[in-house]
């Protein structure tokens, strides 16, 4: 006990202890508390978005994409709750920091351009919601699934396997074809050359029934075949159908190798 108040006063003089940034003079306890308020905000929103996604999403029936928009949101209000929490603790007088925000004004007039316009972009993509994570969407040439969207970027997964980081800038400005906005239904169109001589009517008849044969077709629309060229020697025919399935292309083979087998056998 007679340590108490020796290790009382020696804590009371380190936390007193003044650290200097410039013309900033803030105390060692100020500095340990706005540390500890920021830390206390990110395990907070931690903590909030996994009770968020465990038990309070799960159980409410909410469109697809909401509930991702609803814990980015608030992940993002609480984090800057606590860093506003924990500025407060500093105590800083504003005429201090002046000079500081004014720097950060400029920087933000000139250098960070791009980074507001993403930022902006990635909110518009929240509230929006035009793409949302686990969507097929094509932007020009690169095709992939939504893996993420983030506040500045967001993250494409090839069906390669990469994964490409866009800026969320052009998800808003650039044309963007998503292929599952508001169903998972894509028409699939299998190109069929046959010998001229066979008869159209019974190769259509042929194409539709191996489509609505297969139980990963969907019902409606209905599959159609339609003769689309003649040349030379040959009739061309395409088989269109509609499918759920997101791998569309391993549906389109095992109805190709199929028409191929029972074209063979006629």
């Known amino acids: 006990f007679e340590l108490v108040e020796p290790a009382h006063a020696a804590l009371t003089s380190a936390f007193a202890a003044r ?6 003079e803030l105390p060692v306890g100020k500095l340990l508390g706005f ?16 009770l968020l996604e465990a038990d309070v999403f799960s159980r409410m029936a909410l469109p697809r994409g909401v509930p991702f928009a609803l814990s980015s949101l608030t992940r993002y209000t609480l984090l800057v709750a606590g860093f506003l929490f924990a500025l407060a603790t500093l105590g800083l007088d504003l005429t201090h920091i002046t000079v500081l925000v004014s720097a950060v004004g400029v920087g933000l007039g000139f250098g960070l351009q791009k980074v507001v316009a993403n930022f902006v972009a990635g909110l518009l ?17 690169l095709v992939g699934e939504v893996e993420r969207i983030g506040l500045r970027s967001s993250t494409l997964r090839t069906p390669e396997g990469a ?16 292929w599952t906005l ?15 001589h066979a008869e159209p009517e019974v190769i259509q008849a042929l194409l539709i029934e191996l489509a609505r044969g297969d139980p990963r077709m969907c019902d409606e629309p209905e599959p159609e075949a339609l003769v689309v060229r003649f ?24 109805v190709g190798r199929a028409v191929q087998q029972a074209l063979r056998r006629r």
């Open 19 to 24: 650290v200097h940034f410039g013309a900033v």
């Open 182 to 196: 508001s169903d998972r239904k894509r028409r699939v169109d299998l190109d069929v050359a046959v010998a001229e």
């Open 231 to 254: 040349t030379g020697d040959s009739m061309e025919f395409q088989l269109r159908f509609w499918t759920e399935d997101p791998n569309w292309m391993r549906v389109r083979s095992d």
């Open 125 to 141: 993509l929240l509230f929006e919601r035009p793409l949302q994570v686990g969507d097929a969407v094509q932007l020009g040439q």
């Open 163 to 178: 994964e490409v980081i866009v800026p969320n800038s052009r998800l808003v400005d650039e044309e963007i074809t998503n």
């Open 35 to 50: 540390v500890a308020g920021v830390a206390g905000a990110w395990v907070l929103s931690r903590v909030t978005i996994s």
